[in-house]
Structure formats: structure tokens, C-alpha cells
Nanobody, 124 residues
Framework: VQLQASGGGLVRPGGSQRLSCAASGGTGSDYALAWFRQAPGKERQFVAALRWGGGRYAYADSVKGRFTISRDNAKNTVYLQMNSLNPEDTSVYYC??????????????????WGQGTLVTVSS
């Protein structure tokens, strides 16, 4: 599986941004697709995950109610809609995939496929 993330940029506090992650090389219904983020000097942090075939969604507490993860099966793309952004959301955002959904979806070490990061900067 190859992943290509895009959509980062400069956003004002309170604004919105949508990230995309295009997956190629095939995805199965039990695949887990996730977003992580990493700020300078900090560890990579789980943001959100979904099961490609549906039925499973998960969010970090810090983004619940503000971020939404979704997918477009026809386009083989996963999205991260981010609303009410604040400076603490400034990070490089990475999409990741694993072949099977896991209850340990929040651990970066569970994912074997990673896209390149896309930088989101929230600043006035």
C-alpha cells in the first residue's frame, strides 16, 4: 500500500482544513487507516482512525468533536476534516495503514505503511 497525503497549509485559529490521503496498491475491507501528527520535539500522536470497510471509528480525546475522519471508497482516499483549529494543532500530519483493524489503533508501531507528512500550521 502506498499512501500520499496532501492538504496541509497555513490556517488561522478557529479555521478549518481538510487533509487527504490517497491509497494505492489495494485496500481491503478490514484495513485500518489512520492519521497521526507530530509536532517539533514531540512524539508522534494518534489523531483518528477508521476501518476501511466501515463500522469502526476512533478519535483522540484532544480532537473529538472538532475533527472527522472519513473515506471515499471510489477514490481510495481517506480524509481528515479539521474544524475549530487552534495553535496546538500545529503539526506534521501523517496518514498510516495496516492490513487489519486492531483495538490498538492508537499505537504508531501497529502501522506498517506510512505516507509522507503534510504540515499544518495554525497561526494568526
Amino acid at each position: 500500500v502506498q499512501l500520499q497525503a496532501s492538504g496541509g497549509g497555513l490556517v488561522r485559529p478557529g479555521g478549518s482544513q481538510r487533509l487527504s490521503c490517497a491509497a494505492s496498491g489495494g485496500t481491503g475491507s478490514d484495513y485500518a487507516l489512520a492519521w497521526f501528527r507530530q509536532a517539533p520535539g514531540k512524539e508522534r500522536q494518534f489523531v483518528a482512525a477508521l476501518r476501511w470497510g466501515g463500522g469502526r471509528y476512533a478519535y483522540a480525546d484532544s480532537v473529538k468533536g472538532r475533527f472527522t475522519i472519513s473515506r471515499d471508497n471510489a477514490k481510495n482516499t481517506v480524509y481528515l476534516q479539521m474544524n475549530s483549529l487552534n495553535p496546538e494543532d500545529t503539526s506534521v500530519y501523517y496518514c498510516a495503514a495496516r492490513i487489519r483493524w486492531t483495538t490498538n489503533y492508537g499505537s504508531a508501531s501497529e502501522y506498517g505503511y506510512w505516507g509522507q507528512g503534510t504540515l499544518v500550521t495554525v497561526s494568526s
